[in-house]
């Protein structure tokens, strides 16, 4: 029976993302809009982006906001006051210590990124994931498109209770506790670099905790994906690695053991097509509109 079980929910992932759109929306879309704000949200949707990726970290009062660092990133954040938070502050901006209320006061636009030189500079925050799923969803039933989420939990294990909650557990219901108002499972994807989270969501689906239409995916710089499933104790939905590690005989032995291949993050137009050629699922990247005929634009 746990053998059914466990073919049941491969499957019910595989045919969640049998149509998976081909790109996914880095941090919104980070090459042109401040990364991880409304705007680059809002943008990568307009531009034809059906798949949203996000971080997301916990505030003091328990929100989950979305944000790639669990503190205000020096090189495009700006304190209340205007002045720019120096990289000796980052750390004193624990997000996990101050209110939502607070952290709404920093911009993380008007600056923009130094890195992303076609960057937008505009007035933005961080947003909490309510509304980013709001702002999918609303946009979902105003044009009749899917539109799928790909949520990072940004976790370390030697953060855990000093940046972070104390358990992968309590991090995760909280999560969960917000996409389960907002989004129907199928069209989320859980990702994490901390594979203590990834277990317990696993636990979790196959307990009936969480539905088992959420494709959960492992993200890893270089790791393989045999000593991903090794070190994971199952297959996971989705095998996410660095763009560059990837080969054809690697996205062959992922299909090959029921993985999708979604890998991060290639930001040139000849990577991308590389990567089709092949057979990746999906790419992450913060330039969706280097690759417009892979975007589904509303007309």
């Excluded at 129907?184 to 689906?205: C, G, H, R, T």
């Excluded at 999708?260 to 050629?277: C, G, M, Q, S, Y």
Aim: hydrophobic share 40%; net charge neutral; glycine share 6%.
């Amino acid at each position: 029976m746990r053998l059914v079980g466990l073919c049941i929910l491969w499957l019910l992932n595989f045919m969640a993302m049998a149509q998976l759109p081909f790109i996914q929306g880095h941090r919104g879309f980070r090459g042109l809009y401040p990364e991880n704000t409304i705007p680059a949200f809002e943008q990568a949707l307009k531009a034809g982006v059906r798949v949203l990726e996000m971080d997301v970290c916990i505030s003091a009062d328990g929100q989950v906001l979305v944000s790639h660092e669990p503190y205000m990133n020096s090189i495009y954040s700006s304190k209340p006051d205007g002045q720019p938070v120096t990289k000796e502050e980052e750390r004193k901006f624990n997000l996990f210590l101050m209110t939502y209320e607070d952290i709404k006061q920093f911009d993380t636009g008007k600056r923009g990124n130094a890195s992303f030189p076609e960057q937008k500079a505009m007035a933005a925050h961080k947003p909490l994931l309510s509304e980013v799923l709001a702002l999918g969803e609303a946009f979902r039933k105003k044009h009749k498109q899917d539109i799928f989420y790909n949520i990072e939990i940004k976790s370390v294990e030697a953060e855990y209770g000093i940046s972070q909650p104390k358990t992968v557990e309590e991090f995760s219901e909280k999560v969960w506790t917000v996409i389960f108002k907002q989004v129907k499972p199928e069209y989320i994807m859980l990702q994490s670099f901390d594979f203590q989270v990834l277990k317990y969501w696993n636990k979790a689906m196959k307990e009936g905790k969480f539905p088992a239409q959420i494709m959960l995916s492992a993200l890893v710089s270089r790791k393989s994906p045999e000593n991903t499933i090794k070190d994971l104790g199952f297959i996971p939905a989705i095998y996410s690695s660095n763009y560059q590690s990837l080969s054809p005989e690697l996205v062959v032995y992922c299909h090959k053991n029921g993985m999708k291949v979604v890998p991060w993050t290639a930001n040139e137009a000849d990577a991308i097509f590389r990567l089709a050629e092949m057979g990746v699922d999906a790419v992450i990247t913060d330039y969706p509109n280097r690759v417009p005929q892979y975007l589904k634009p509303v007309h």
